[in-house]
């Protein structure tokens, strides 16, 4: 109580001689409180003004903060209207022409409005004395954050301890609070909300919350940084001892492993049976791995390569099943027809019962979607009794996806060769390397140019991985690779590879893949086994010829599905009625009425070949990508300029083969009994129908002459023969591909005579009986010599021939109307 009588008169003198507008000073960065002596730094014009005003006269001054301190010229708006009151005790003027003012804060203050003065800013302040509250609360509330800002200044490492005894030496309770406010590290929003409390009470509430927040938060800190100290200490305490540990190993020439880690690695390296080279270089690379550090990135990198290291197979093998008629048994049961590389593989077998040790087999699958060629590859594992395994080369454009990347890169792995030997487990899989007529190339290389040393017989008992760095053994490897389309594969891999091609699926083929692989599969899934679905010939048929156009069986698959799908829904429907106990369906015919319903209208039509006799027109054969049709071709003569005129998208091969027929026709005008100048002021229009579908090749120019012959002779074709061949301009038929497919279109369009190139003669033995069925195939070496199977007797030609002058006269009469 004596301490506050001997202030009270202090305080209120002081008060009393301070006046009630004072200069105000904006501060930028700080936040000053009664009874803090304090140094400001003042450089702008306006505080200057302000300074020295007040020096002149009372020597007070308000001091307030600025709400952002980032505006050099503020505002009134952009200053607290709380502050304090303080006195100048020392101006001192600095060589660069700033203001270096010391100043005692005297007490709380408010500023009630601003003056009008222009040169700095000026207020009539109100000034805030401190209210006598109740003297218990007051009492615990200085307690308690006495208690706090000394345990905070013992956590805070920034203030020094001494701070403690002066805080201790103070009595007064506002002085105490103002003191603690000073020395708390926090921002200048923080500090401001205590000035703006008015009474001690609520000053030491603010005060008490801010030192609370501050100290979980310092708990916090404090408790990470140990956490993080004591885990570098324990990283340091360990290598120390390693390197002790080491470094007493060596003085002994102990080499026995301490750490069982190390001691099952070289286990397993024993274990994996390596080549003494490679055997060598993974113990040199332990070692190295013993003397890394834990922590190091490159002890992560060496164990790494140690793991792959060991996980590759270097013998382990599985027995081949050398049994020639299981072997072939197991190709029949999974795949109909592929005669061709089913009687390569039993060669295979059959050199391997000989030989016992050959090399890897490189073969190559060529052909279209959905014909087999991964799945036959599977087969062909499990016949002979190897593991499986396949890579989809499919979009791959970097060198190191087969050959890996370096093990200086982060993430660097071994390419797709050697993960594929990791999966298989053995030196001897069948690896199967899917569409590899897709890889391209970009500036990171060229993976097909990594494959030659992989394809290679000669090469690949020493494949050189770059992340294993070592050469590995794939002789042993039986690789299989497939391929849509043959020019799309690089000639030196196609040098190395033995191609075999799967040119499609017959539609008898396909009806028997269906009745034995795809109907059994798809009922299983449907779940309709017990219901005894069975599908007519008809309807397969109905099927492949209806809503497919493919050479596999992909989208035949597929809408035995959709129509499997659609008979459940019948089963189920008609076995649950509406409470009322229905027959139970056991049997489901599917027929071609039934196809059509559950399909809807056919997708496809097949080409139909004319019914009557027409002049100019031919039917020719052609092979795509889904199996083979007939070519009509269409040849009109008219008045004009001489010139030949092609339409039906013709490419550019088909295009010479037309101009090679007609200069073949005029040269031998005489021969085919034609007028010398047949052509003279005469304009040829040849046209391929289907104009939308892109045609090319060289097969159809035998078929071309005819048509053009028969437009200038005037004598009809015979609707019942087609033909395919390449002519030369002294008139010889060459030889042609996709025979099989062609014959088979001739046949289903109902032809009785196919020409066939004499070249193509021996073909015909490696040709199914049931293709050949109905037809009459006929080898012809000539135009010559294929002229009489393409037209009719002289005197129906003579009749055809007024009939079509009378028609030529008709559309003449048309065209002028």
Known sequence: MSSDIKTEPKEYSMIEDIPQI??????RDNVIFPYMIFPVLVGREQSINAANFS?????????????????????????FREGTIAKIIQILKLPNGLLKILVDGIIQGRIVKFTERAKFFEAEIEVISPKHEDPREMNALIRQMSNLFKE?????????????????????????????????????????????????KEQLYEIIKILTSEIEILKIEKEIEGKVHENIARTQRKFIIQEQIRI?????????????????????????????????????????????????????????????????????????????????KILDEDHFSLDKPKERIVEHIAVLNLVRNMRGQILCFVGPPGVGKTSLGKSIARAIGRNFVRISLGGVRDEAEIRGHRRTYIGSMPGKIVQSMKRAKTINPVMLLDEIDKMSMDFRGDPSSAMLEVLDPEQNHTFNDHYLDIDYDLSQVMFITTANVRYNIPLPLQDRMEIIELPGYLEHEKIQIAKRHIIPKQIAIHGLKKYKVDFEDNAIKKIITGYTREAGVRNLEREIASVLRKTAREIIMSNSGNGKKKKVIKKFILDEEMIEKFLGVPKFRSQKAEKELRVGSVTGLAWTSVGGEILPVDATVMTGAEKLTLTGQLGNVMKESAQAALSYLRSNAKDFGLEPHFTKGKEIHIHLPEGAIPKDGPSAGITMAMAMYSAFSGKPARNDVAMTGEITLRGNILAIGGLNEKLLAAQRTGMKIVLIPKENEK??????????????????????????????????????????NSKTKKQTDHKKK
């Not at 004072?22 to 501060?27: A, G, K, N, Q, S």
């Open 22 to 27: 004072l200069p105000v000073l904006p501060l």
């Open 55 to 79: 020096l002149e006269g009372s020597k007070y001054i308000f001091l307030a903060a600025q709400k952002k301190p980032n505006i050099e010229g503020p505002t009134k708006d952009d200053i």
């Open 152 to 200: 905070y200044v013992k956590i805070n490492k920034s203030i020094p301890p001494e701070a403690v005894n002066s805080f201790e030496s103070i009595d007064e309770p506002d002085r105490k609070l103002f003191y603690a406010a000073a020395n708390i590290n926090q921002t200048m929003d923080v500090k401001q909300k205590i000035l703006q409390q008015f009474s001690i």
């Open 248 to 328: 007493l190993q060596d003085e002994l020439g102990d080499e026995e492993e301490v750490a069982p880690e190390f001691t099952k690695l070289k286990n397993q390296i024993v274990k994996a049976k390596m080549p003494k080279p490679i055997h060598e270089k993974a113990i040199e690379e332990l070692n190295k791995l013993k003397k890394t550090p834990p922590s190091s990135p490159e002890a992560t990198v060496i164990r790494n390569y140690l793991d792959w290291m060991i996980d590759v197979p270097w013998y382990k093998k599985t027995k081949d099943n050398l049994d020639i008629k299981n072997v072939r």
């Open 763 to 804: 073909d015909l033995t490696e040709i199914k009986d049931e293709v050949k069925e109905g037809l009459k195939i006929i080898p012809v070496s000539t135009i010559k010599e294929a002229l009489p199977y393409v037209f009719e007797t002289k005197n129906k030609i003579d009749t055809t021939k007024n009939n079509q």
